[in-house]
C-alpha cells in the first residue's frame, strides 16, 4: 500500500491511526480492536466489514 494514502487514512470509528499489517492485508485500528481488510489494493473502511481483533493481537502490536 502506498504509504502517502496510509498517512491520510484514519479509522472510521475513532479517527485515530491505522498501522498496516502486510501478512494479512489489513489496516488495525488498536484503539477500537478492529481490523479493516484490504482488496484488490484498495482499503474497505467500514466498520461492518471490519473483524474484531483478538485478545493475543491486542496484547502484541506489531
Given at each position: 500500500?502506498?504509504?502517502?494514502?496510509?498517512?491520510?487514512?484514519?479509522?472510521?470509528?475513532?479517527?485515530?491511526?491505522?498501522?498496516?499489517?502486510?501478512?494479512?492485508?489489513?489496516?488495525?485500528?488498536?484503539?477500537?480492536?478492529?481490523?479493516?481488510?484490504?482488496?484488490?489494493?484498495?482499503?474497505v473502511?467500514?466498520?461492518?466489514?471490519?473483524?474484531?481483533?483478538?485478545?493475543?493481537?491486542?496484547?502484541h502490536?506489531?
Amino acid at each position: 500500500m502506498d504509504k502517502k494514502l496510509l498517512a491520510m487514512l484514519a479509522c472510521p470509528v475513532c479517527k485515530g491511526d491505522l498501522k498496516l499489517n502486510d501478512a494479512r492485508t489489513e489496516l488495525i485500528c488498536y484503539q477500537d480492536a478492529m481490523a479493516f481488510p484490504i482488496r484488490e489494493g484498495i482499503p474497505v473502511m467500514l466498520a461492518s466489514e471490519a473483524r474484531t481483533l483478538s485478545t493475543d493481537e491486542r496484547l502484541h502490536k506489531r
